[in-house]
Nanobody, 116 residues
Framework: QVQLVESGGGLVQPGGSLRLSCAASGSRFTINRMGWYRQAPGKQRELVAA???????DYADSVKGRCTISRDNAENTVYLEMNSLKPEDTAVYYC??????????WGQGTQVTVSS
């Protein structure tokens, strides 16, 4: 089993920045792809950004140039740096990890609210 703990969400003004973190813990596991998804009220969950074990990244068009995903493989942690935040970035952000042989795990979600 793998447990995910997210942190870093909160209330920020438009144009502000936030850094989300997601740490995975458990016994003897290897993480392949790590990613961040978000779900706004009344909308489907969507990919924000993802990073594979080698460091290759994917970003949603809506966040390109404003967000940076990174990971620390030694700490089994993935980060999402978000800048120039907009009200439309408001959502619950979920961490997702793909674990070798064990499957996919989701974090509990962290609220990001962009409002003045």
């Amino acid at each position: 089993q793998v447990q995910l703990v997210e942190s870093g969400g909160g209330l920020v003004q438009p144009g502000g920045s936030l850094r989300l973190s997601c740490a995975a813990s458990g016994s003897r596991f290897t993480i392949n792809r790590m990613g961040w998804y978000r779900q706004a009220p009344g909308k489907q969950r969507e990919l924000v950004a993802a990073i594979d074990k080698g460091g290759s990244t994917d970003y949603a068009d809506s966040v390109k140039g404003r967000c940076t995903i990174s990971r620390d493989n030694a700490e089994n942690t993935v980060y999402l740096e978000m800048n120039s935040l907009k009200p439309e970035d408001t959502a619950v952000y979920y961490c997702k990890v793909d674990v070798l042989y064990l499957g996919t795990y989701w974090g509990q979600g962290t609220q990001v609210t962009v409002s003045s």
